[in-house]
């Protein structure tokens, strides 16, 4: 699985430099116990989904032919549903319609 961050990267309360090492030591694969990414979903169905990063060590996940796209990075599974709750809003939640997808659209 080949990892990449979305330009609109969220954090909980992480210091450019911090994200910026993080950021290396996750395309590197280095164990690091208290991180959970917030990614688009691997399939077609979903809005979001949260990872503890350990998991994504895994063999599983390692041997998937897929990209996963980060969208946020947290130091907790409640910090990282924060920023859940944060994407979501500022994604325009209207009429029972989140445009996850289209917030996260990349100009090619």
Not at 28 to 55: A, I, M, S
Not at 61 to 77: E, H, P
Request: proline share 4%.
């Amino acid at each position: 699985m080949d990892i990449r961050f979305h330009k609109k990267l969220y954090r909980d309360k992480i210091s450019e430099h911090r994200l910026s090492v993080l950021k290396k030591k996750i395309q590197k694969r280095t164990p690091k116990l208290n991180l959970f990414l917030v990614t688009l979903p691997l399939g077609r169905q979903g809005l979001l989904e949260v990872y503890w990063y350990p998991e994504l060590l895994q063999a599983y996940y390692r041997n998937l032919d897929c990209v996963l796209t980060v969208v946020g990075i947290a130091k907790s599974r409640q910090a990282a549903f924060e920023l859940v709750s944060k994407i979501v809003e500022d994604a325009g939640f209207t009429g029972g319609n989140i445009p996850i997808s289209e917030f996260f659209k990349e100009n090619t």
